[in-house]
């Protein structure tokens, strides 16, 4: 049986770069990206590659072509299940993260769309921002705080 591990969904991306450099992070700490078309990019396009370095040949990647071919071939446990917005209801600090968590993020225009946080309020999150002067952070930053945050006990914090 494998050991559990973390992994992150993102549903629509739509920047080459984000995506690489959340793959890295996915090889760097050894998770499993999952991709949720449609796609913003080809996946084949070489700023994915370039972003993730010679790296991205070493993802673990899975793609589902919707968010409801996703849910049916994995059925993840709601608890398993932590979403990221801006307004989500608790930071990334609260939650106790299970260590075969989904970590979910939207595309970086919009977000997760309403029909997949419906009913959700309780599983999502934010990264705290402290000034109102800056109305959203990078997608590729984002992720890897939540990240390490999840794997905190894991890697020794």
């Known amino acids: 049986m494998p050991d559990p591990c973390l992994k992150m969904v993102l549903v629509t991306?739509?920047?080459p770069y984000n995506t690489g450099a959340i793959g890295r992070?996915?090889?760097?700490?050894?998770?499993?990206?999952?991709?949720?078309?449609p796609y913003g990019f080809s996946i084949?396009?070489?700023?994915?590659?370039r972003a993730g370095m010679d790296y991205?040949?070493?993802?673990n990647l899975t793609e589902y072509d919707s968010w409801e071919a996703f849910i049916?071939?994995?059925?993840?446990p709601r608890d398993a299940m932590y979403f990221f917005e801006e307004y989500g209801a608790g930071t990334v600090y609260d939650p106790e993260y299970q260590e075969d968590a989904y970590l979910v993020f939207g595309c970086e225009s919009k977000g997760l769309p309403a029909a997949i946080?419906?009913?959700?309020?309780?599983?999502?999150?934010?990264?705290?921002?402290?000034?109102?002067?800056v109305r959203s952070l990078n997608l590729a930053n984002v992720a890897t705080a939540v990240i390490y945050q999840a794997m905190r006990k894991r890697l020794g914090g």
Do not use: Q, S, Y
């Open 72 to 76: 049916d071939a994995r059925h993840p």
């Open 13 to 15: 991306p739509e920047i």
């Open 56 to 59: 991205w040949k070493h993802v």
């Open 117 to 133: 946080l419906d009913g959700m309020h309780d599983r999502t999150f934010n990264l705290p921002m402290l000034n109102p002067k």
């Open 25 to 37: 992070t996915c090889v760097a700490l050894d998770l499993e990206l999952i991709l949720i078309k």
């Open 44 to 49: 084949e396009e070489k700023a994915v590659r």
